[in-house]
């Protein structure tokens, strides 16, 4: 099982970026998937996440501006990031619970990351 994310780059304050993660490989369910960030000297935090069904939860600092949303039939998950401040820059990975095929175990799995620069 691979994820890979995409969609990060150079944006002026302000602006919008649209991330999305895929995840491919033997994949039985996925259940919770989830962006998660980590700023220059910072440890890595949670963004946001989303049940299976569609639940959504975020960071207090993103509320009102991140939206994630998912489609189960891509097995992809989406960030859409509107209204970026500087203080959102860093590198952002997708995270997904996955049970494969012939087991009936759910692991964690991460992406590469991508890197989401917010000029000022």
């Known amino acids: 099982v691979q994820l890979q994310a995409s969609g990060g780059g150079l944006v002026q304050a302000g602006g919008s970026l649209r991330l999305s993660c895929a995840a491919s490989?033997?994949?039985?369910?996925?259940?919770?998937m989830a962006w998660y960030r980590q700023a220059p000297g910072k440890e890595r935090e949670l963004v946001a996440h989303i049940s299976s069904g569609g639940a959504t939860n975020y960071a207090d600092s993103v509320k009102g501006r991140f939206t994630a949303s998912r489609d189960n039939a891509k097995n992809t998950v989406y960030l859409q990031m509107n209204s970026l401040k500087p203080e959102d820059t860093g590198v952002y990975y997708c995270n997904a619970a996955i049970v494969g095929h012939g087991t009936r175990y759910e692991y964690s799995y991460w992406g590469q990351g991508t890197l989401v620069t917010v000029s000022s």
């Open positions: 490989g033997s994949i039985f369910r996925i259940n919770m």
